[in-house]
């Protein structure tokens, strides 16, 4: 698939999908989580300047603030209201290309308008670099960019230290290697076939979404993103200063489908103690 074609087909998405893909929305969309406190965002301004809050670690989510009034020139509409939007494309680490939307369709009164939101990146635990440029286009075959003057956007990522990693393999087996220390921190790789279900399209995206739930020494829970479309990546958990102990459990849902499973060691929870 062209990127102009996949682009169009990201734009078309609709909400449930958007957030199946991990793409959290603004904090006016009832239902929809906002950009978390403490996760770095990058804002690219109407003014054209860009600026950093919060450090990009990798490991971590970065979210992705892009005002619309940088690609100005495709805003057609048809009997539904906007048809455009904008979608950021990216590579980690020279990799492949892929797009998320930082635009996003919303329904009132019958029709469809655009508004912005935050679109959230799940960086892997050994990011280096991210490499970013935006994409706008509409039904009518409007297109435009903004790649900073052809350069693109580049980022180099914080690497903080990973002390312990833990490993759900698909024979239903874990495996824990390094230390679990206070105030270090834990990457959890999960292998998705532990949770076959659920797996049906939308409109030819992956219409699911795989979480890593998690709490210390029995407070309160915690969550995390651990796919990125079809690809599930890496997380990284933060181990508070004073805990001793850390449970995990992994659940995934298709709100599409109205379907949802767990793997929880039939409801033990998955727990490692912490040094």
């Known amino acids: 698939m062209t990127v102009s ?3 169009r087909s990201v734009l078309m998405m609709a909400p449930a999908l958007i957030a199946a893909l991990g793409i959290a929305a603004a904090p006016a969309a009832a239902g929809r989580p ?3 406190p403490g996760t770095p965002v990058l804002h690219f301004n109407a003014d054209g300047s860009t600026s950093i809050e919060g450090t990009i670690e990798s490991g971590r989510p970065v979210h992705i603030d892009f005002d619309p009034a940088r690609l100005p020139d495709c805003r057609g509409t048809d009997e539904y209201g906007d048809s455009w939007g904008i979608s950021v494309h990216y590579r980690i680490d020279g ?4 797009a998320y939307p930082v635009t996003e369709r ?5 029709r469809d308008s655009t508004i912005r939101g935050l ?3 799940h960086l892997r635990p050994d990011t280096r670099h991210l490499q970013m440029w935006f994409v706008a286009e509409d039904r009518a075959g409007c297109h435009e960019e903004d790649t900073d003057h052809g350069a693109t956007y580049r980022f180099d990522i914080a690497q903080p230290p990973v002390l312990a990693r833990a490993t759900y393999h698909a024979d239903w087996s874990e495996t824990l290697t390094g230390t679990l220390r206070k105030g270090g921190a834990l990457v959890i790789n999960y292998d998705p076939a532990r949770l076959p279900q659920c797996r049906t399209t939308y409109r030819g995206y992956p219409a699911w979404g795989i979480a890593a739930f998690y709490r210390f ?3 309160p829970v915690q969550s995390t993103t651990v796919n990125q479309g079809a690809e599930v990546i890496p997380v990284r958990i933060d181990i508070p200063a004073n805990a001793q102990k850390i449970e995990t459990w992994f659940a995934i849902s298709n709100y599409h489908a109205q379907c949802s499973a767990y793997d929880s060691d039939y409801g033990r929870n998955y727990t490692f103690s912490i040094n």
């Open 5 to 7: 074609r996949m682009l």
């Open 34 to 36: 906002a950009a978390g």
């Open 95 to 98: 990799g492949e290309v892929r």
């Open 106 to 110: 919303v329904t009132a009164d019958g």
């Open 119 to 121: 679109a959230t990146l």
């Open 217 to 219: 020494d029995g407070g």
